[in-house]
């Protein structure tokens, strides 16, 4: 069943509505079931814009951008060339109008966490179905 898609994308806000569209279309060609594919499309979309929003990009000026259905779940990677910090689920008020895009990854997702790679920081969910946990502690892997 290990099925990975990645793709290249700009490194520019749009790209959040392009992977949005792909992992939908691809989820939904596969019968995942349109419930989770609209979660999975979501997390990963939020995971793309804040890569834009707080890292830098690749060398190339692009992401990359995977999803791969395992056993476990559909696992989502988002790599970037990193930013000065971490991301870190942020508290936010009923007025602000951002900070909100690792809650609702964490909890749609059954994990999360963050981890160094050779070409830079990965930003990763597992989307479990009905199996979630609901965790919203995150994991780094060096």
Do not use: C, F, Y
């Amino acid at each position: 069943m290990d099925v990975v898609r990645t793709v290249r994308l700009p490194h520019h806000m749009s790209s959040a509505h392009v992977v949005r569209r792909r992992v939908g279309e691809d989820l939904g060609a596969r019968g995942i079931p349109p419930t989770l594919t609209g979660e999975v499309a979501l997390v990963l979309s939020e995971l793309v814009a804040n890569s834009v929003r707080h890292a830098s990009p690749l060398a190339d000026g692009e992401l990359e951008v995977s999803w791969d259905m395992t056993g476990r779940g559909i696992e989502l990677r988002v790599t970037d060339g990193g930013g000065a910090a971490g991301p870190e689920l942020r508290a936010v008020g009923v007025d602000d109008v951002s900070g909100r895009g690792l809650t609702i990854v964490a909890k749609l997702a059954a994990a999360w966490g963050v981890e160094s790679t050779a070409l830079g920081t990965t930003v990763w969910a597992l989307m479990a179905g009905g199996r979630r946990q609901r965790n919203t502690d995150r994991i780094r892997l060096a």
